[in-house]
């Protein structure tokens, strides 16, 4: 929404995520500070990895929860083996 509403680009608003899951009062459920910091700098340095893919890529990881089962095959573009449910 930022990016189509607002006009923000893609890289601002990954780096304003970076800041907020940086910040001490912040904490992402079920991930860690570094695991989501590299889940955003992963998507800001990659156009075709959209945010929310990395970070679920990055959790599946983490959890060694591999394959992921989805329907989406767009893990698979970042590395992500995944498997159809």
Not at 12 to 29: C, H, K, M, P
Not at 34 to 62: F, Q, Y
């Amino acid at each position: 929404m930022l990016r189509t509403q607002y006009g923000v680009n893609r890289t601002e608003v990954v780096n304003a995520l970076i800041g907020l899951v940086r910040r001490q009062n912040v904490e992402v459920l079920g991930l860690d500070t570094d695991h989501a910091t590299d889940a955003l700098l992963r998507a800001r340095a990659t156009v075709s990895s959209p945010v929310p893919d990395a970070l679920i890529a990055v959790h599946a990881r983490a959890a060694r929860a591999l394959p992921v089962h989805t329907f989406e095959r767009g893990l698979a573009r970042i590395g992500v083996p995944v498997a159809e449910p």
